[in-house]
């Protein structure tokens, strides 16, 4: 298995182009999220989604879109890019139940300069 | 204020020194997540636990609900340790949010 992959790993953006970082999981995993961790900051969630036809909104989703049309993809789309979305952003995906079920499993990242 | 805290934000040790990580939550959770993050790289869980004591090799990860702590000990390190360990937890009415502290830099000095 390979996990959460994660593309790209690393992109430069102009301020106002568009992107989409995609993730894709072959776990069979019901829950997904995307993340941004800036430096010096916790790991924020930017939207999550518990099945496919299902997203919801993070604690910081302005800017960003997201869907989730099967149950390995989970795109995240950036529609006019701006300086305040340089990061490093993260997916993740778990399966849904009690703890231990639902530990969480992380892509490697994609590293993402908006200039 | 963070719901999560940890401490120190950054630790250097020499190779061999037996390592502490601290976490301190504010809310009711379910379980609580040790992560590892190497420089660069990507974020890996290395334990979830609801109580009491996990051990895998050399890390042992502690959690007390009752004082809403959990502790990282890491024995024997090696410079291969050094990584930014992260805490987060699972709580507030949900079984999979997770909500982050911001991590403690370990280097480990050959």
């Known amino acids: 298995n390979a996990g959460v992959t994660q593309t790209p790993k690393f992109r430069i953006l102009k301020i106002g182009q568009s992107m989409t970082l995609q993730c894709t999981q072959d776990m069979n995993h019901n829950y997904m999220y995307w993340y941004r961790q800036d430096p010096g900051m916790g790991l924020k969630l930017i939207y999550y989604s518990v099945g496919a036809g299902i997203t919801d909104k993070g604690e910081v989703p302005n800017g960003y879109n997201v869907s989730r049309s099967t149950t390995e993809d989970f795109p995240l789309r950036l529609e006019l890019a701006a300086p305040s979305q340089t990061s490093v952003y993260f997916c993740?995906?778990?399966?849904?139940?009690?703890?231990?079920?639902?530990?969480?499993?992380f892509g490697a990242g994609t590293r993402l300069s908006v200039l | 204020k963070n719901e999560v805290e940890q401490s120190p934000q950054n630790l250097t040790a020499q190779e061999g020194e037996f390592i502490t990580i601290n976490c301190s939550y504010s809310v009711g959770i379910s379980a609580l997540h040790w992560l590892q993050q190497h420089p660069g790289g990507g974020i890996v869980s290395l334990f979830m636990?609801?109580?009491g004591k996990k051990k895998h090799g050399r890390l042992i990860a502690t959690i007390n609900i009752q004082e809403k702590h959990s502790s990282l000990h890491i024995t024997a390190s090696h410079p291969r340790d050094s990584a930014v360990y992260i805490c987060?937890?699972?709580?507030?009415?949900?079984?999979?949010?997770?909500?982050f502290g911001k991590g403690t830099l370990l280097t480990v000095n050959p």
């Open positions: 636990l609801s109580s």
């Open positions: 993740a995906s778990s399966h849904p139940g009690l703890p231990p079920e639902n530990i969480q499993y």
């Open positions: 987060a937890v699972i709580g507030g009415g949900s079984n999979y949010k997770l909500t």
